[in-house]
């Protein structure tokens, strides 16, 4: 199973601010994926970054606030921009199990905006 | 309507007993199912994923698949404590995306 570590871990920032979460993979995967998690609700996808090319961001979620970054094929990088306590919630970047669509999730990143 | 439904719970039930957790889905191109469980301020941990209908077992886990109701299920036997988190149901179209969908989560509390 692939091991995944982000961070930080959380975090309490202030409105207005950016604040970038890393992942990290102890294997090389094509594509990443970052999810939210907001207080109650399911995971939603954010967007999924392929190394090499642009992210593919999901309905709803724009590179203005979510900039992403996948320099090499075991990292990335999501940016949360301009944040709002909106958006608090936990950010979590998974990666593929196999050939399946099953995936393997870090630990996330506990946000908080005040 | 959301693509997945599934209700939020909680579930207590005692230690010992069968649990049964359930989604539903509106979307019949959904052919891949899996479930995680996701314990307090952890990532969620794949638990069963299963490839159209019918039945797969793993220990104390059995998943269960009905597309012709577009309903999900995952049962635990002889539960214990440590069953106690949250169990996401997710499903995917099997397309190039590798998009998951994924259900509100079941609280669960297995009580000694």
């Known amino acids: 199973s692939a091991v995944i570590s982000q961070k930080p871990s959380r975090d309490i920032c202030q409105r207005g601010t950016s604040l970038t979460i890393q992942c990290q993979v102890d294997s090389q995967v094509t594509m990443m994926f970052w999810y939210r998690q907001q207080p109650g609700q399911s995971l939603t996808l954010i967007a999924t970054?392929?190394?090499?090319?642009?992210?593919?961001?999901e309905s709803g979620f724009v590179i203005d606030k979510f900039p992403i970054s996948r320099p090499n094929l075991t990292f990335s990088t999501l940016t949360v921009s301009n944040m709002s306590p909106e958006d608090s919630s936990i950010y979590l970047c998974?990666?593929?199990?196999?050939?399946?669509?099953?995936?393997?999730f870090g630990p996330g990143t506990r946000l908080t905006v005040t | 309507q959301k693509e997945v439904e599934q209700d939020p719970g909680p579930l207590s039930v005692p230690e010992g007993a069968i649990v049964s957790l359930n989604c539903t889905y509106s979307?019949?191109?959904?052919?891949?199912f899996m479930w995680y469980r996701q314990y307090s301020r952890k990532g969620p941990e794949l638990l069963m994923y299963?490839?159209?209908?019918g039945n797969k077992e793993d220990g104390r886990f059995t998943a269960q698949v009905d597309k012709s109701s577009k309903y999900i299920s995952l049962f635990i036997r002889d539960s214990q404590p440590s069953d106690s988190a949250t169990y996401l149901c997710?499903?995917?179209?099997?397309?190039?995306?590798?998009?998951?969908?994924f259900g509100s989560g079941t609280r669960l509390l297995v009580r000694p």
């Open positions: 299963t490839y159209s209908s």
């Open positions: 998974s990666v593929p199990k196999g050939i399946g669509d099953e995936q393997y």
């Open positions: 997710a499903m995917s179209a099997r397309d190039s995306s590798y998009k998951l969908i």
């Open positions: 979307n019949s191109a959904f052919q891949y």
């Open positions: 970054a392929n190394q090499g090319s642009e992210a593919t961001y």
